[in-house]
């Protein structure tokens, strides 16, 4: 993984001094809030429901043991004992205090991470696949390039102000594991005929209030151009982008007004002026950060079936174990290697992507023994151990039980992606964390869940989408109604190569009823699948009306007036 630098390093503790610096002269009264808010928001600082929030870049989602116990550290110092792994590859800790978060940064320092750039309206931590550069479905590794454009993007003075949060997905490999289209800028990296490293961009995706995936807008982009051509189109999006509503201040709103062809022909005419220029990345830049992506020491191994790993187990263990085989661990390029999925999402015992001190310590001891010291997280709010012999993974499976992550739910329905919501944020209308936990503990039946199969379940405490509940398979909105928490529900989103946006299928449910309407959407699927059709595939064949049926079918009468969305823009 990327190894700071001198100027990397020098960078990092010139920001932990100067905002030090900051704190006291907040502390001591000589530095106003409104003057201090947004210097704390460039350092990832935000003043939440109950408590200051810091967000911790974890880039490309690619993190060391070591970097993994400084969070574990940082978690038991200076928190409650744990932490949140956030939807884009971030790491929230919800309880600071003021005072102490220059130590933070400090201790971030010290093992090569920061918190710049993860608020503000600039570009945010560059997402990535959490598979990359062992993918077996991969084109082209990406995380050279996404490294690149994250030491390109760090504190730009061009784009530190731009009209609103600005977030880039960048993948290589056949299967989009990004949710590449939902973000303001989508990277697709691929080779072209002659085997050169180009790009296809998107532009104008994006959640929140309205919902809009990505256009294509440019393909065949040489990698060397992408700072030339990303400049353009920031620089587009910085003149035109609607800095007097924040509730249309994304560029999705500006691609979807100026039609994506226009945008992209305003990106073309900016484009001509600096294509030539000298921001363009060189192959000696790639070849000094490309460096630090080789291949581990992998063993010369010999690939083993299911039959034999699974042989390997106890006869007592053996169900439990072939199950977690079947929903946890996923293929590698390398014969006789594996990827293992850590679920954080134990039912209905802590939020989704909650970790503990002790479990990321153990974490963190398992990716020293079984992994080359590397560790991943993923969009889902899981983590993933990339590189495990296949030999091995008997042994890795009954240590993590100790630590309550080898729950076999990955892609099943409590594999739930979910924000703070109201429990934490003080943006959120309604919480989330109760609803996850109670829809968990309704189906907590194992076989049930294999049974069904793929479901994804995604939860929002508010508008801003930050649960990506427009994309979940089944989407769960916490809404305003005259004070009141009320829960809207959206079907047939997707992530992935063919994402799509779920519909709203009917006004809002009180929170008690939400486990029950899962159930009657569950139920109307059973009822009318054929064999091996997902949950997808059904509810585009038979349509949203019997859902909607089931879903109100006995349903408390109460007002079910217009939801309300209020809510300030999102900062996540």
């Not at 570009?123 to 959490?130: C, E, K, Q």
């Not at 102000?161 to 949710?179: M, Q």
């Not at 010369?300 to 039959?307: D, F, G, K, T």
């Not at 939400?514 to 595939?537: A, G």
């Amino acid at each position: 993984m990327y190894k700071y630098d001198a100027i990397d390093q020098t960078l990092v503790d010139q920001r932990v001094a100067q905002f030090r610096d900051q704190v006291a002269r907040r502390m001591n009264g000589t530095l106003a809030e409104e003057e201090f808010r947004p210097l704390r928001l460039q350092n990832g600082l935000y003043h939440q429901r109950h408590a200051y929030m810091l967000r911790v870049a974890i880039p490309y989602g690619l993190l060391s043991a070591k970097q993994l116990r400084t969070l574990a550290l940082i978690a038991e110092k200076y928190d409650r004992g744990y932490g949140h792994f956030t939807t884009r590859q971030n790491i929230q800790f919800n309880w600071i205090e003021l005072e102490q978060t220059p130590d933070i940064l400090a201790e971030l320092a010290k093992v090569e991470m920061h918190a710049i750039q993860t608020s503000g309206n600039c570009i945010r931590n560059i997402t990535s696949d959490a598979f990359a550069g062992v993918a077996g479905d991969e084109y082209i590794d990406p995380r050279p390039v996404c490294e690149l454009l994250r030491q390109w993007s760090t504190l730009h003075p061009e784009f530190a102000h731009l009209p609103r949060k600005f977030k880039f997905a960048i993948n290589g490999a056949k299967e989009d594991r990004t949710v590449l289209l939902c973000h303001d800028v989508g990277i697709e990296l691929k080779k072209n005929p002659k085997g050169e490293l180009v790009a296809d961009i998107y532009a104008g995706g994006g959640m929140g209030r309205t919902p809009i995936l990505g256009q294509l807008i440019k393909q065949d982009l040489s990698w060397q151009l992408l700072p030339s051509y990303l400049t353009a189109l920031l620089r587009v999006y910085n003149r035109f982008g609607r800095r007097d509503n924040l509730y249309k201040a994304r560029i999705k709103i500006l691609v979807k007004a100026l039609g994506p062809e226009e945008f992209a022909r305003q990106v073309e005419g900016e484009w001509a002026h600096i294509k030539n220029g000298d921001d363009n990345f060189t192959q000696s830049e790639w070849d000094r950060v490309a460096q630090h992506f080789t291949k581990p020491a992998y063993k010369q191994l010999s690939a083993l079936s299911n039959e034999v790993i699974i042989a390997s187990a106890p006869e007592s263990e053996r169900s439990a174990f072939t199950r977690w085989l079947e929903r946890n661990v996923k293929p590698h390029q390398v014969p006789g290697y594996t990827s293992v999925i850590l679920s954080l999402k134990p039912h209905g015992t802590v939020a989704p992507g909650d970790a503990t001190v002790a479990q990321m310590n153990a974490i963190a001891d398992l990716s020293d023994q079984y992994s080359f010291g590397e560790l991943r997280v993923t969009h889902e709010q899981n983590l993933v151990l990339a590189d495990v012999e296949q030999s091995k993974l008997l042994a890795l499976w009954q240590a993590a039980k100790q630590q309550h992550v080898v729950l076999p739910n990955i892609g099943l329905l409590t594999d739930i992606i979910a924000c703070p919501g109201g429990d934490f944020c003080s943006l959120a209308n309604a919480k989330s964390l109760p609803i996850a936990k109670a829809i968990q503990e309704r189906f907590d039946n194992l076989d049930y869940l294999f049974d069904l199969g793929d479901i994804s379940l995604n939860i929002s405490g508010c508008i801003n989408s930050c649960g990506h509940h427009h994309v979940g398979n089944i989407g769960v909105l916490g809404v305003d109604k005259d004070g009141e928490e009320w829960y809207q529900i959206t079907l047939g989103g997707e992530q992935g190569n063919h994402a799509a946006i779920g519909k709203v299928i009917g006004p809002s449910f009180y929170a008690d009823e939400i486990p029950d309407v899962i159930t009657k959407i569950i139920n109307t699927y059973v009822e009318h699948r054929t064999d091996d059709e997902s949950f997808l595939d059904s509810y585009r064949r038979i349509g949203v009306a019997s859902f909607k049926e089931a879903a109100y079918k006995n349903a408390k009468k109460k007002d079910r007036a217009e939801d309300k969305t209020e809510s300030a823009a999102s900062s996540s």
